[in-house]
């Protein structure tokens, strides 16, 4: 019989010991047949397309370009981390694109033309996308309207209202000066302040896996040893410093992408750590059992249509900031689709009840490393498409196989 660390004693390290590296193979082994593949296979394509990129154009790694594909994944990736929410309960929104813009639109108006303050603007622009989350949770809690078909009613209503927001100008120009413009062009961390956050993050993973260990040992199960604990928080530490060091040969850490990581890292900790994030996960694994279990299932449909229609208006905002202007054009295009394909690329499950927060920043990453690469080959956005597509199509195939194999084991 093969010991997993489960069945370990508590505080022991035998997965660091050479018959406990056996041990931690074998519980590899077993993930993998269980289908429970985690993150492997997007990091394994990831490094699969920066090779591919860096053989035809040394370009692609260089610390400039690095920290050119950080800026761009911000607001796209924003609006990803919504959509992995929405995918965790087993339900889709076409229209966040849509909505991103419309919320773009409402920003130009507010702080430009009525002049109200940033303050005030910025708060309307994200609460539009709030109310509009809130619309669909009643439309779908109350009414039964499937959400393919709330969202796609809402793709096409809300580029209208966008419009009609804008006006006859079709399109308004952001100050340069204003902080928002700044801070999602031109704000950089310092390299000392980066190597700290670093320093914090790798001490936050750390006392959260002590944390974790004692109170599973108060519970007399088994935690991870001090050592194992050690191993990984070093490992991320020392990771995350080469990162930071890279890209602080040329501009550093974009203050937008941090704002970015920061919004996946605080949704991981709600998703893992709090009452309503362990009742998304249990919406998107079974809906009766959920209800059975006393989880008021209306209200968690409610505030996931809400959350994801907050962080696509959430999302258009930095966008127009990054580009210093709302117009027409904002949110359209291939702004839905590149967000739900990062989302599902990432490992969000279109069957619900699996995927992390992480899933947004993976994915996001994947698709705009695809995209800088195919532009530096000078090779033009129906080539993007057609990769991207297939990607996906990739992505949910690993998804549909790693499902049909747990069902299987369950069954047997």
Known sequence: ??????????????GLRPGGVRNALAVVSDRVREGDLGPVPVLVGLLVIWAV????????????????????????????????LVLLVGEIDLSVGS??????????VTFVKLQWPLLVALPAAVATGCLVGLVYGVLYTRFGLPSFVITLAGLLGFLGLQLWVLGDTGAIALP??????????????????????VLLAAAAYAASLLRRASRRRAADLAGEGYVRIAVKAGTLLVVLLVIVWYLNRHRGVGAMFVFFVGLVVLMNLVLTRTRWGRAVYAVGGSV???????????????SVFA???????????????????????SG????????????????????GGRGSAFAALLGIIVIQSISSGLTLLNLDA???????????????????????????????
């Open 99 to 108: 909505v991103s813009g419309l919320a773009a639109a409402v920003l130009a």
């Open 332 to 351: 359209t295009g291939d702004t839905n689709l590149i967000a739900i394909a990062a989302a599902v690329i990432g490992g969000a499950s279109l069957f």
């Open 307 to 329: 959350l994801c229609s907050t962080f696509a208006a959430l999302g258009g905002v930095l966008a127009a900031a990054r580009l210093a202007s709302a117009s027409q054009s």
């Open 53 to 84: 990129f860096q053989s035809l154009n040394p370009v692609f790694l260089s610390s400039e370009n690095l920290v050119n594909l950080t800026m761009q994944c911000a607001a796209t990736g924003t609006i990803a981390l919504g959509v992995v």
């Open 176 to 197: 340069f000066d204003s902080w928002i413009v700044w801070f999602a062009q031109q704000m950089f961390l310092p390299a000392w302040a980066s190597y700290l956050l």
């Open 1 to 14: 019989m093969v010991i997993t660390p489960r069945s370990a004693p508590a505080g022991d390290d035998a």
């Open 382 to 412: 129906a080539v993007q498409f057609m990769v991207t597509g297939v990607v996906l199509v990739l992505a949910v195939i690993l998804d549909s196989l790693s499902r049909r194999t747990r069902a299987a084991r369950g069954r047997a």
């Open 288 to 302: 009766d059992a959920a209800r059975r279990a006393g989880i008021r299932v209306d209200r968690i449909y409610l």
